[in-house]
């Protein structure tokens, strides 16, 4: 089994800046990919971000030049530093962790809330 948990939301005023964290473990041999989406209510869960082992990264649109993903393959961990915040950036944000062999975990989610 793996697990993947996520810790660091919470409320932030818009300008302001959260880092999100989010850890694997359990049976793991290799991590391929690891990621960050989001979901705000009635909407689809949406990509925000992800990250290879070699570190090549990927942004959606909206986040680019405001969020940077980063990784430390040690220890199977995968960061959200959240820059400039705006109310638009609300949302439940979910860790997605795929293995080599192709399958992937989904953490519980963690509420990042932007909001004065």
């Known amino acids: 089994q793996v697990q993947v948990v996520e810790s660091g939301g919470g409320l932030v005023q818009p300008g302001g800046s959260m880092r999100l964290s989010c850890a694997a473990s359990g049976s793991i041999f290799r991590i391929s990919v690891m990621g960050w989406y989001r979901q705000a209510p009635g909407t689809e869960r949406e990509l925000v971000a992800t990250?290879?082992?070699?570190?090549?990264?990927n942004y959606a649109d909206s986040v680019k030049g405001r969020f940077t993903i980063s990784r430390d393959n040690a220890k199977n961990t995968v960061y959200l530093q959240m820059n400039s915040l705006k109310p638009e950036d609300t949302a439940v944000y979910y860790c997605k962790t795929t293995l080599a062999t192709m399958r992937s975990y989904w953490g519980q989610g963690t509420q990042v809330t932007v909001s004065s």
């Open positions: 990250v290879t082992s070699g570190g090549t990264t």
